[in-house]
């Protein structure tokens, strides 16, 4: 399978792409929503970057906890009751007068149930493309990520002009209720992969056996870490620039649709194969240049080729997948998004944390340093497949 009309002639993609596209949708307008509304209340670049990529934090509670459930529940009914309670989770977050304690609350419960989320829905793309399709496929979703994002953003920024932040975030709980419908009318009724019932412990004891594998964990740690820290960087868009912060969100998107669609799609097979740790460092190296308070458009620049490395994420996706067994492919990709959601989220509290005791520019150029150190050190472990 390697053209786009032979994967959305796939029965059931067409409907997991809409569903997938308009969840990430509703996150993007809900999240700029979000950050700008507190930033503007508070002026911290810490509470503006948690708001926006805290829920990230609470993946690995989901992470030790929920997993299970990735490979033994019916998929169509969890897509639609996670996007159901995203959406009435959101619209509680644009309730007026709402503490600030309670807002954080709510994030933090949301990110706990989308570790759930990532792994039902990367489980239910290996049962609906063949082995040989899953490549474009997840590439495709993932380019549905950055146009998600692109539009978002740019969408997010008007509403949050001229309707208010609060307004901004029913628009985002209406297109998570748009996701659970195109979820339970457009996916078939299927069983759950493996047998059993879900529990904390088989969580455990299945994370044990995914990590028990040295090339799977160094696997993950590619996985989780770089990424993780740039976007560490992108949460500090909003202190960075707040007049032009939708525009560089947007940016980073573009140079991430960009990078997969070419190793989706373009590139054979014999440069995939080499070009992970190069793909991986392009991810850090632009961002240096940020601490040299370059303009506006040579920054913008340096953000949309950084974020072309991204794509480097979807060649460790495969190598993942070739490297666990079938009954574990769910959870195996739901603790792959818990752990590398989490990872954002800690390096969004540590590039606030950062940009409050110097600049956010600095912040970036620190964190773009921290990715780049890390990828040096993991690549001996990222060799030939095992």
């Known amino acids: 399978m390697r053209t786009y009309r032979e994967l959305f002639a796939t029965p059931e993609f067409m409907p997991l792409f809409l569903t997938s596209s308009a969840q990430i949708a509703a996150a993007t307008v809900a999240g700029l929503a979000l950050g700008t509304a507190i930033y503007t209340e508070t002026g911290s670049p ?4 948690l708001s926006m990529f805290g ?3 609470a993946q690995v509670v989901g992470a030790t906890v929920l997993l299970s459930a990735a490979d033994r529940l019916p998929p169509r009914a969890v897509l639609t009751g ?4 995203f959406a009435l989770g959101t619209a509680a977050q644009a309730v007026p007068g709402l503490p600030l304690w309670t807002v954080f609350v709510l994030i933090l419960g949301l990110g706990v149930l989308a570790s759930l989320g990532s792994g039902v829905r990367y489980g239910l793309l290996t049962e609906i493309l063949p082995d040989e399709g899953y490549l474009l496929g997840r590439s495709v979703l993932n380019m549905s990520v950055g146009i998600m994002q692109i539009t978002g953003f740019a969408i997010g920024g008007v509403l949050v002009a001229a309707l208010s932040p609060r307004g901004t975030l029913l628009a985002g709980a209406a297109l998570y209720l748009a996701a659970a419908l195109l979820a339970r009318l457009g996916l078939s009724r299927r069983p759950a992969r493996a047998a059993g019932r879900p529990s904390i412990g088989e969580t455990w004891r299945s994370n044990a056996r995914l990590w028990s594998s040295v090339p ?7 996985l989780w870490l ?3 820290l740039i976007v560490g960087c992108e949460s500090l868009f909003v202190p960075y620039a707040p007049e032009a912060a939708g525009l560089l969100f947007a940016l980073a998107a573009l140079g991430m649709l960009v990078g997969d669609t070419a190793v989706g799609r373009f590139l054979p097979q014999r440069w995939l194969d080499r070009l992970g740790a190069p793909l991986r460092l392009l991810l850090a190296v632009p961002y240096l240049a940020l601490a040299l308070a370059p303009p506006l458009p040579v920054a913008a620049a340096a ?3 950084a974020s072309i490395g991204y794509c480097s994420t979807l060649l460790l996706q495969h ?3 070739a490297l666990t067994p079938p009954e574990l492919s769910g959870h195996a990709l739901g603790l792959h998004s818990a752990g590398m959601l989490t990872m954002q989220g800690v390096s969004a509290v540590l590039a606030g944390t950062l940009a409050q005791h110097t600049t956010p520019a600095i912040a970036m150029s620190l964190l773009a340093l921290a990715s780049l150190a890390v990828t040096v050190a993991l690549a001996p472990g990222l060799g030939a497949m095992p």
């Open 319 to 321: 190598r993942l997948m």
């Open 46 to 49: 810490l509470l503006s970057a």
């Open 82 to 85: 996670l996007a159901l309670a």
């Open 303 to 305: 953000i949309v080729l």
């Open 216 to 222: 799977r964990r160094y696997t993950y740690l590619a």
């Open 226 to 228: 770089p990424n993780g």
């Open 55 to 57: 829920p990230s934090l």
